[in-house]
Nanobody
Framework: VQLQASGGGLVQAGGSLGLSCRVS????????MNWYRQAPGKERELVAS???????KYADSLKGRFTISRDNAENSVYLQMNSLKPEDTAVYYC???????????????WGQGTQVTVSS
């Protein structure tokens, strides 16, 4: 199972960016899909989470600016980031709880990370 993230880059404060992450490989189903981020010198933190049914959760500080969504048919998760701030600068990682077979429990897999830099 592999997760391939894309869409990071450099943007000015107040701008927008969209991230995508596609899961490939031997997949029976995908439970929760998540975005995390890690800024320099800080611990990795959960940004947003979405269940298979579409229920979402966000870090309190990001509500209203970030939107997570997914496409189950494409095994993909997305993060739309608006009104970006310099403090949003970080490496963003996608994460998915993947069941590889009908009889197996979910396992956590991580993407390689994509850099988001917000200039002031």
């Amino acid at each position: 199972v592999q997760l391939q993230a894309s869409g990071g880059g450099l943007v000015q404060a107040g701008g927008s960016l969209g991230l995508s992450c596609r899961v490939s490989g031997r997949i029976f189903s995908i439970n929760n899909m998540n975005w995390y981020r890690q800024a320099p010198g800080k611990e990795r933190e959960l940004v947003a989470s979405i269940s298979r049914e579409g229920s979402t959760k966000y870090a309190d500080s990001l509500k209203g600016r970030f939107t997570i969504s997914r496409d189950n048919a494409e095994n993909s998760v997305y993060l739309q980031m608006n009104s970006l701030k310099p403090e949003d600068t970080a490496v963003y990682y996608c994460n998915a709880d993947v069941r590889r077979r009908s009889y197996s429990a979910g396992e956590a897999y991580w993407g390689q990370g994509t850099q988001v830099t917000v200039s002031s």
